[in-house]
């Protein structure tokens, strides 16, 4: 097997397991939290970099608006109509309007870091690393989230956001713990979901490159293009759905436990009758 | 578990600066834009419609109108054809009267005229006939006598007639 090959799966191997070395520091001492100062690793740059790429996107596609779009800002248009298309299942118009900005970021921020795992060179050159493959930068992601759920349903419902988890009275000292645990079990889930999915495929091919270098990483590599792609979608679908559970009007607030697809139960039937 | 606080933190301050320029640089134009360009096209749609019922009206009372004036049209040619129709009858009428009348009247004079030819045919074959008889019987006759058997005779020929 070619030796050098070997050497970067093994390399790649190691570095996921014991992360590579910062490329900066930002010497910002919090002791307990950031003794050494803040990190700045391959993955911060690269998110840079992919921030760089939409910001320019975006700002070719929104100067000089016009009525009749043409080149990038049909481009654009066409993606703030996709995820409006994803997340007006679950919330009437006006909150759709409402909250498109952030969950069309979410979405093409996750999408374009899901991506760039793929290009030739990351993953193992200095610098260059995909965003999400990395737990941390997922949970930093799921927080804005979290908090944006917390904020949003406090802002628009008070108090009474949390009305679930102390519904029927007697069953309190049950339905409570059960609705903190809830809460905050979704951040968790929503991280470590985009984190081992993205991360997982990007082993995958190492494990391929390992074995049979010259084409069959390709298929996984072609499978990647689909599941970075879904997990975006999943990761901007939850999203939508928390928010939209979390700023429902109160008389419909009627948000039930199970966040996979099939257990959205009245949520889902109260959005879709909107 | 591959997992940094320090890329946590960045990622949070990253995307959260993302998203305000984003907001800034392209959500604020191009939502705003997409509000508009829905209005525009829902009040370009409602005028549409409008203008279409409009058409619709106008179209329906020309031809109406149409309608209308072709009936008339027809009643006009009508009216037109029976009078013509009549007048055709009357003049055919009167020049058969007419020439009837000629044909009676030539017949008429024709029938006079044949009278009339007849009377001096006899006449003339009167005279001959006591001619003939004065010469057979080798006597002349005098004027008187001549002409009371020329009388005689016209009349016995008449009667037999």
Redesign the interface.
């Known amino acids: 097997m070619n030796p050098l090959l070997w050497a970067m799966a093994e390399e790649g191997a190691k570095e996921?397991?014991h992360?590579p070395g910062?490329l900066a520091v930002i010497p910002i001492h919090i002791p307990g939290?950031?003794p050494e100062g803040?990190?700045?690793?391959s993955?911060?740059t690269t998110?840079?970099g992919v921030?760089a790429v939409?910001?320019i996107l975006?700002?070719l596609?929104?100067?000089n608006?016009?009525?009749l779009p043409s080149g990038v800002?049909n481009v654009?248009?066409m993606l703030?109509e996709a995820v409006q298309g994803i997340i007006g299942q679950v919330m009437d118009q006006e909150r759709t309007?409402q909250f498109?900005?952030?969950l069309?970021?979410?979405f093409v921020?996750i999408l374009a870091s899901n991506y760039s795992g793929l290009l030739p060179g990351f993953g193992h050159l200095p610098g260059l690393a995909a965003?999400t493959?990395?737990?941390?930068?997922?949970?930093?992601?799921a927080?804005?989230i979290f908090f944006s759920v917390q904020i949003y349903g406090l802002k628009k419902n008070g108090i009474k956001v949390y009305k679930h988890m102390v519904e029927p009275w007697f069953l309190s000292p049950l339905m409570l713990p059960l609705g903190l645990l809830e809460e905050f079990t979704r951040p968790f889930t929503l991280s470590i979901r985009l984190?081992a999915n993205i991360?997982g495929g990007e082993m995958v091919v190492v494990a391929m490159l390992s074995a049979i270098p010259y084409f069959l990483p390709v298929l996984p590599l072609a499978l990647e293009v689909i599941f970075g792609a879904i997990q975006a979608f999943i990761f901007t679908l939850l999203s939508a759905v928390y928010i939209a559970a979390a700023t429902e009007d109160h008389g419909l607030h009627a948000e039930h436990h199970a966040e996979g697809p099939h257990g959205l139960g009245t949520t889902e039937a109260d959005a879709l009758s909107h | 578990?591959?997992?940094?606080?320090?890329?946590?933190?960045?990622?949070?301050i990253?995307?959260?600066?993302?998203?305000g320029?984003?907001?800034f640089?392209?959500?604020?134009?191009?939502?705003?834009?997409?509000d508009?360009?829905k209005n525009?096209i829902e009040g370009g749609l409602a005028r549409a419609e409008a203008a279409q019922r409009e058409a619709d009206d106008l179209r329906r009372q020309y031809q109406a109108q149409i309608g209308q004036a072709r009936t008339e049209a027809q009643d006009i040619v009508a009216t037109a054809n029976r009078a013509a129709q009549s007048a055709k009858e009357q003049i055919t009428n009167e020049a058969r009267e007419e020439a009837e009348r000629l044909i009676q009247r030539a017949q008429e004079s024709i029938r006079v005229e044949k009278e009339q030819a007849i009377a001096a045919l006899r006449q003339e074959v009167a005279s001959l006939a006591v001619m003939a008889a004065g010469k057979v019987l080798e006597k002349t006759l005098t004027m008187e006598e001549h002409g009371e058997l020329a009388r005689r005779f016209v009349q016995e020929a008449g009667e037999v007639q």
């Open positions: 996921a397991t992360g910062p939290l950031l803040l990190e700045i690793t993955r911060v998110m840079w921030m939409l910001l975006g700002w596609a929104g100067r608006v016009k009525r800002q654009m248009e703030i309007r498109t900005p952030l069309t970021s979410i921020f965003p493959s990395g737990w941390g930068v997922t949970a930093g992601l927080i804005i984190y991360f | 578990m591959e997992f940094s606080l320090h890329e946590l933190i960045w990622a949070i990253n995307f959260l600066v993302f998203l320029l984003m907001s640089l392209f959500y604020k134009p191009v939502l705003k834009m997409l508009d360009r525009a």
